[in-house]
């Protein structure tokens, strides 16, 4: 099984904008669960926002509400994360998770996703 595959990411400087994308090849994507999460140097990986099978339901972590868009084409099998006015405490490796468990409440757990992608380094300069 391939796993999923992250690209677009870079240096940006605070203000900026930058759109990362993760492909999904091989899979039924439109079944899955899926969402970005990031780890910043020296932390855990965190939360950042999920987007349910449809697009319908999307949650986003308060640090980056109001900034970060996540949308996903079906048919392209490909999920996206636009994030604008970046910080640079934005800088973090992204990973993209994909689940295929219904829908529950603890989507904001990394545990509970079953793919993830190698990870892109996005880097936000002061």
């Known amino acids: 099984q391939v796993p999923p595959v992250e690209s677009g990411g870079g240096l940006v400087q605070a203000g900026g904008s930058l759109k990362i994308s993760c492909s999904t090849p091989?899979?039924?994507?439109?079944?899955?669960?899926t969402a970005w999460f990031r780890q910043p140097p020296g932390k855990e990986r965190e939360f950042v926002a999920v987007?349910?099978?449809?697009?319908?339901?999307?949650y986003y972590a308060d640090s980056v509400n109001g900034r970060f868009i996540i949308t996903r084409d079906n048919a392209l099998n490909t999920l996206y994360l636009q994030m604008n006015n970046l910080k640079p405490e934005d800088t973090a490796v992204y990973y993209c998770?994909?689940?295929?468990?219904?829908?529950?409440?603890?989507?904001?757990?990394?545990?509970?996703?079953?793919?993830w992608g190698q990870g892109i380094q996005v880097t936000v300069s002061s």
């Open positions: 998770g994909a689940r295929f468990a219904p829908w529950t409440s603890d989507y904001h757990f990394s545990s509970s996703y079953e793919y």
């Open positions: 987007i349910s099978k449809s697009g319908v339901i999307i």
């Open positions: 091989g899979r039924t994507f439109s079944d899955a669960i």
